[in-house]
């Protein structure tokens, strides 16, 4: 396990370091056709119910490996802490929306994700933040998908059935800075730094891919 500091970067902004390095990939994310038609509430029911279960298998082994690197690193702590948990809001909205879906098949790009995420966890624990970074981010833009879904499918405005999309609801914004700051606040190593950079770019291509294979699905 790797959790040497190399040369040290605490003058580093690594969010904004993030931000820009993963620019190119966000936009890709943003405008694949999935989320194009995810936002315009197009995408068929049986497919959101698909998507969350691919969700689920992408936050379940990151949080509780999230909540073991916490346990060794206490600092990690202001980063993620139990409120910040997806899965278990997964399994309520599936749980709420009766999806009587075979119990989870990944597709393959989740399997894919799922393995590499888990051989980081392995070799180089800390970089599992990118993975966090991306799917924490995203809720920026899940908020306005979760409208759009409410109204596709006729669901209640208390969010039940799309509480993974607006987790925190109105407090959105003030759990992104507050997420921002925890981050910028952590005295990582450059080496650190680097490889929490790659995991984000790679979490956000993983993601557009599980996406890539729901557009088929909803073709098919
Ligand atoms: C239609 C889809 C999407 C829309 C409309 C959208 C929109 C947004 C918006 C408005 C922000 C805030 C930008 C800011 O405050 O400067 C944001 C940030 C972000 N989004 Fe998305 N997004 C989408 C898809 C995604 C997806 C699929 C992911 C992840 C796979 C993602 C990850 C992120 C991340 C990590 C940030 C934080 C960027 C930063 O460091 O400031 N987004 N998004």
New binding site residues.
């Given amino acids: 396990m790797n959790t040497t500091q190399t040369s040290d970067s605490s003058g580093t902004n690594v ?1 904004q370091v ?2 820009d390095a ?1 620019a190119e990939h ?1 936009r890709r ?2 405008r694949h056709e999935f ?2 038609e ?2 315009r509430g197009r995408i068929p029911l049986s497919v959101y119910h698909t998507w969350l279960r691919q969700m689920h298998r992408v936050h379940e082994s990151l949080e509780w490996r999230l909540e073991a690197l916490v346990q060794e690193r206490r600092e990690l702590a202001s980063v993620f802490d139990i409120e910040r948990r997806k899965a278990p809001m997964i399994v309520d909205d599936l749980a709420f929306l009766d999806s009587s879906e075979p119990a989870s098949v990944p597709v393959l790009a989740t399997a894919r994700f799922v393995v590499y995420r888990d051989e980081l966890a392995e070799t180089d624990p800390v970089a599992l933040l990118g993975a966090f ?6 809720t ?3 908020r ?2 979760a409208a759009s879904v409410r109204k596709a499918y006729d669901l209640p405005d208390d969010g039940r059935g799309t509480s993974y999309l607006d987790p925190y609801g109105d407090r959105q914004p003030d759990m992104w800075k507050l997420f921002k700051v925890a981050m910028k606040d952590l005295a990582l190593g450059e080496t650190e730094v680097g490889s929490i950079v790659a995991t984000a770019c790679n ?2 291509d993983a ?2 891919a599980i996406g890539e294979a729901l557009v088929c699905r909803g073709n098919g």
């Fill in positions: 969010m993030l931000r993963t966000h994310a943003e989320q194009k995810f936002v970074y991306v799917m924490e981010g995203s920026n833009g899940s306005f998908i979490t956000f993601v557009t």
